[in-house]
């Protein structure tokens, strides 16, 4: 059983790009959330998808946008990038976007870098 | 807005030790979970907590649930190499799923050189 796959594993991308980073999530799970983790800190939540809809989001700028696919995976795409875009990006993915307390699995991370 | 505050910021542990690290709010949180980050890697859950004193275990884990509902402790005894790493703590941001988390900046634990 996979877990939560995430692609590209690492990106370099130049100010003023734009970069879609993908998500698939753990077999079964049907909910994503993404999370921007700079280096040193802890993630930060950026937004939830579930049934195909933003449903939560983060205190992060409208450059950052997202799309949740009918098979359950996730994409991220950042338009404009900035030299502070560099973090790893993780992907979450759960089963219900409120049921119970269902264990939320992460992926390993997309680095991306903005030079 | 809600914050978590995660001490100490940085560990030094030499192998056989116990170690304690913990994590507290100024709002009250209904779940506390205890993650670790290994280097190139996503955070993994180690310990979740749903109950107000609660005490867990996980192998030689312990995390507990403070009375408060403002802070929560994990310990580890009798230390190893592989417990090397960031230790987060975190929890359900305003009340909502474990979709939508907040972190602590993190422990960090290293091999005492």
């Known amino acids: 059983d996979a877990g939560v796959t995430q692609s590209p594993t690492h990106l370099i991308k130049t100010r003023g790009q734009q970069v879609t980073l993908r998500c698939s999530p753990k077999s079964g799970h049907d909910t994503v959330s993404w999370y921007q983790q700079a280096l040193g800190q802890g993630p930060q939540f950026i937004f939830q998808?579930?049934?195909?809809?933003?449903?939560q989001r983060g205190n992060f700028p409208d450059r950052f946008s997202g799309h949740q696919f009918p098979n359950y995976s996730s994409e991220l795409n950042v338009n404009a990038l900035l030299l502070g875009d560099s973090a790893l990006y993780l992907c979450?993915?759960?089963?219900?976007?409120?049921?119970?307390?269902?264990?939320?699995?992460f992926g390993q991370g997309t680095r991306l870098t903005v030079v | 807005g809600q914050q978590l505050n995660q001490s100490p910021q940085s560990m030094f542990i030499q192998e056989g030790e116990d170690v304690s690290m913990n994590c507290t709010s100024s709002s009250i949180f209904n779940t506390w979970l205890w993650y670790k980050q290994d280097p190139g890697e996503g955070p993994v859950l180690l310990i979740a907590?749903?109950?107000?004193?609660e005490l867990t275990s996980n192998g030689r884990l312990t995390a507990q649930f403070g009375i408060t509902r403002k802070d929560s402790f994990l310990n580890i005894s009798a230390s190893i190499p592989s417990d090397v790493g960031i230790y987060f703590c975190?929890?359900?941001?305003?009340?909502?799923?474990?979709?939508?988390?907040?972190f602590g900046k993190g422990t960090k634990l290293s091999v005492k050189p």
């Open positions: 907590l749903y109950k107000a004193g």
């Open positions: 975190a929890g359900p941001n305003y009340g909502g799923s474990q979709g939508n988390l907040i």
């Open positions: 979450a993915s759960r089963l219900g976007q409120f049921e119970g307390n269902t264990e939320a699995f």
């Open positions: 998808y579930y049934e195909e809809e933003e449903r």
